[in-house]
């Protein structure tokens, strides 16, 4: 997937500035397939016999999912944009992830599940942590 996102960086009709498109496709990337992640581990918790011991894993995963899926569909956009939008986006992103990684590693003893979510939670955060770092030294986006 990140190459179809790098793909669409390139053929973007305007100069994206200085921000490091490697970066930034490789954090769009990692924030729709954190959010998939996320929405399938939810519905496994939900599966599961002991289902009233995850109620917290699933409300965070479902809130991860929405906000690494909003994340990806805003840093995909390039016109008329608020970079301290895009930075909070990034921030709140990257908040959600490090807490759904935290609550899945809980649980990933018993449910595989979790741990692959823990996994895939912490690949996005690092993703978000690699962009907003990018941002800062070229101050753009």
Known sequence: ????VASMLKA????????????LAACIAACFECA?????CADACLSEDMVEQLTTCVRTNLDCADLCETSGK????????DASIVLDT???????????????????????????CAETCRRCAQACAD???ALGRTGSF
């Open 1 to 4: 997937m990140t190459y179809h």
């Open 12 to 23: 973007y009709p305007k100069n994206l500035g200085e921000v490091d498109q490697v970066k």
């Open 36 to 40: 998939r992640t996320c929405t399938a």
């Open 74 to 81: 805003v840093l995909s956009r390039h016109t008329g944009y």
């Open 90 to 116: 990034i921030k709140a992103c990257w908040i959600a992830c490090k807490a759904c990684a935290d609550e899945c590693e809980k649980h990933e003893s018993v449910h595989e599940h979790c741990r692959i």
């Open 131 to 133: 962009l907003v770092e």
